[in-house]
């Protein structure tokens, strides 16, 4: 790598190409070993946000469940909030 590389001044027109994926690889892996915290998240998002947007269907439909207008709303609205930000962190 040459002396004169300053990766926080630098033209990418006159810099080699070479220096700038040199640098770049220098960087460190982050990941710090927490796989099954990774893993349990996944699995806690996917069983919140099921009951979520499941539980205004079942209390449209089932009797025995009936909850407040207010409730319903609540979690119908946060249920669609759920998809929609699914939607846009994919």
Do not use: H
């Amino acid at each position: 790598m040459s002396a004169d590389f300053n990766p926080n001044n630098v033209d990418l027109d006159v810099v080699d190409p070479r220096d700038i994926v040199c640098y770049l690889e220098l960087g460190e892996n982050e990941y710090n070993g927490k796989l099954g915290a990774r893993i349990s998240a996944l699995f806690v998002i996917l069983v919140v946000s099921s009951a979520a947007t499941f539980f205004p269907v079942l209390a449209a439909r089932v009797k025995w469940l009936k909850v407040n207008i207010y409730v319903y709303l609540f979690a119908r609205y946060f249920g669609a909030g759920v998809i929609i930000a699914t939607a846009f962190i994919q």
